[in-house]
């Protein structure tokens, strides 16, 4: 009796563990200092990546990040941009600062979060979670994670991999979204 308590128990256990791991259980503060539910992104894909405003790949990620976000989204896919000044210190603004530019310049509509370390002991949990998921820990600004509707890692590409070769992919999945949708219908 004491070992079927003992197996339930490590059953229990092992399902919330699992339960627990995977991207859209974390929360974030957005840019505007309000805590979000990653949650809320559930059931879409989303290309989560590390930006920086004053980084050689600045504007062309930017650029690629918002037409991805303008094509797919915010339905079916979005981008989830994390503001982070680690690499090379080319993130220096507040929040407030970094939301103003990149809205202003480049339009983006696409969720943006708070500046947050993706590195190192300090490590935004969620990034935590994409590095030991796909075994790639960014090195540079503009690292992106494709994450699935059910908040698990695809693939991970670091700065010089541009949004454009990874658009066939996530217009795959979005296809996908959208045929398993229309066939619940």
Known sequence: MLFAVFTLIALLCSFVEAKQKDFYTFKAVNSRGRLISLEKYRGSVSLVVNVASECGFTEQHYT??????????????????????????????????????????????????????????????????????????????????????????????????????IRPLISDMVRQIILKKKDEL
């Not at 989830?80 to 090379?88: A, E, H, S, W, Y």
């Open 64 to 165: 690629d990040l918002q037409q991805l976000q303008r094509d797919f989204g915010p339905y079916h896919f979005n981008v989830l941009g994390f503001p982070c000044n680690q690499f090379g210190q080319q993130e220096p603004g507040s929040d407030k600062e970094i939301d103003s530019f990149v809205r202003r310049v480049y339009g983006v509509s696409f969720p943006l979060f708070s500046k947050i370390a993706v590195v190192g002991s300090g490590a935004n949990n969620a990034y935590k979670y994409l590095i030991e998921s796909s075994g790639k820990e960014p090195d540079w600004n503009f690292w992106k994670y494709l994450v699935d509707v059910n908040g698990k890692v695809v693939n991970a590409w670091g700065p010089t991999t541009s949004v454009k070769e």
